[in-house]
């Protein structure tokens, strides 16, 4: 019988679900993946999880909570040091498994071994090997694998690039035919981390909304390196979290091209990245006043009709905005 | 040129003693007040970490004594302090405070770019001159250790509430004001006499807890509402689990001083809790409960402003390593509103548990 791996819903799954699907597959395993978040999920993970941690990180621990319940042989929860060279995602990141480990009761065999390559690329060459271990491949056979997929990997990112959504490009790489999306009047940019924006409960589905307001919604993951550095070349400093990066450029591109009406950004209660980057891209963008902004926060307790009547308040007034000009 | 510097605790003892011997004009920023604090709150954002708030306050605060030049420390990630002083910089710019900044940082590409930074305020001055100045400025630091020392183990056996303060605030500024190496010596002579002519029972057994947890909420007594004033007077001794010469030596002067007490000792013992670094001092947090509770302390409290995200890690982490070891270890969480009745109420239960475990442990082996 194939070994049955969890892969949680949650943090980084929004980037390499389909890369690490395929590699797990290709080393023998059968893929789980935890259910769509709801109210249940995210209570749970609230239970198991310190009080102080960030909305983001409570929710990976329901997810995972959602694995154990499913009975799964292991987990996959690499520690995603660096993924990018010179920079971090967030000290959270770095020491997910240890807060996992210590914290939820009737775990699995964990997969924890470590993605870093800030100092060297090949540093992935240890992850592979590492990972094989656990379904009794040697050092060549996961190198293979994982080089087998990676192709997967990059139509995903192409696809993402193109406009479309995380779960929309998984279904178009399952053989799917994209949706056709509704006529649009306006395009609006939201920015914030992958696991804020695209998990539909989290986010109070606020990119659907948007589509269904006549809204072309763009993310930060619509754009090309290029045009992220672009954006943060305005910087001092270079930006070390990989994600914060993406995101800070991202909106001072669209912001500096005019490419969109509106920027939302949206920021996770007690983030320590977007507190900074956030703070950054608003004083950058409200300088200017050029493009219209607005922040959202969310929290466990983030009211849905509060955010309702802002959103739609901030669309009359980017609407009005563009009639006046 | 007039140089500020964010305060934490009596940094601003080391950092003034290393520009003023360099003839370098210096502006302390007046100590972390209320005021300071709601300066910081109001043009931070809310999600700040404390330090960041706090350093917004004193900056706004030197700027009224004329302050034009910000000297800090910097980083490469992945905790937040390596991003602060260009957040702050921003901060300031839309109040129309133009600082200067200078920020000493591991250099991104070669050693030039830092020694470029300390050209921007030393300017032409010598090297040697340069390095002697450091020199003074990390002597004073670890005099200030000393005396900081001696105060955690008198307090708690003081016989009237307060003279230990008092003492301690003498000695400081005993050292606060020698200009030179020599003068130093001298000074800092002086203030271990002062400090040893507080009257103290002292032989009197006292509980050891040790203060882990971030730096900056570890040194600064603002952002701890007193803490380690709190624990003296519940007749505690308490042991700091980082001083400011090893802060100094990590984190300006990267390391270069050896043979300190470092903080390997906690790196070491932090797996299998905790198996990987994780910015700020995550990894030693978790490290420095382990140490301590097998050096035989009766517990530990860890100290972390709201939203630290490597202290989170570590906090959560803490209840398996107290669990394991049998060592109560207690989280307090600074903010904004962090008060000091609030924290003693707290601090006294802590204290309470670990009397009667204490009791319970002599009860058994006598
Ligand atoms: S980047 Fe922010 S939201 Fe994500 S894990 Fe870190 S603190 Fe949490
Ligand atoms: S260690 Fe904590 S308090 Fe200090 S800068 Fe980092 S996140 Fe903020």
Known sequence: MPIRVGIPRALLYYYYFPLW?????RLGAEVVVSDLTTKGILTRGV??????ACLPIKLAFGHVKNLVDKKVDAIFLPRMVSVAQGEYICPKFLGFPDMVKQN??????????AINV????????????EVGVHFNKGAVKSWLAYQRSLPIHIRYTKLLEQGHLPDEAVAVLAGKKPKAL????LKVAVIGHPYNIYDPFISMNLISRLRKSGVKVITADNLTEQMVSQGVKRLPKKLFWTLSRRMTGGALTLHDTNAVDGII?????ACGPDSMTGELIERFIRRDRKVPFMNINLDEHTGEAGVVTRLEAFLDMVRWRRQAV | MKVTFPHMGYMYVSLKGMLEYLGIDVVVPPPCSKRT???????SPEFACLPLKLNIGNFIEARELGADTIMMAGGCGPCRFGYYAYVENEILKDLKIDYNLVVMEPPEKHIGELLGRIRKITGNRPWLQVIKALRFGFLKAKAVDEIENLSYQIRPRELVKGTTDRALEKSIDLVNEAATPTALTRALAQAKEVMAAVPADRGRPALKVALIGEIYTLLEPYSNVNIERHLGYLGVEVERAMMLSQWINDHLFMGVVRNLPSSDRFKKVASPYLNHFVGGHGEETVGSAVWYAQQGFAGAIQVLPFTCMPEIVAQSILPKVSENTGMPIMTLIMDEHSGEAGLITRLEAFIDLLQRKHEQKEALTS
């Open chain 1, 104 to 113: 939820v009761p009737g775990l699995p065999t964990v997969i924890d071994t």
């Open chain 1, 118 to 129: 800030r100092k060297k690329q090949q540093d992935i060459h240890r992850f592979t090997r």
């Open chain 2, 37 to 43: 604090l709601n300066l910081g709150v109001k043009h």
């Open chain 1, 182 to 185: 509704a006529e649009t009047d």
């Open chain 1, 265 to 269: 950004h949206v920021a996770a209660f």
């Open chain 1, 47 to 52: 239970e198991h999880c310190v009080d102080e």
């Open chain 1, 21 to 25: 699907q395929d590699f797990l597959q």
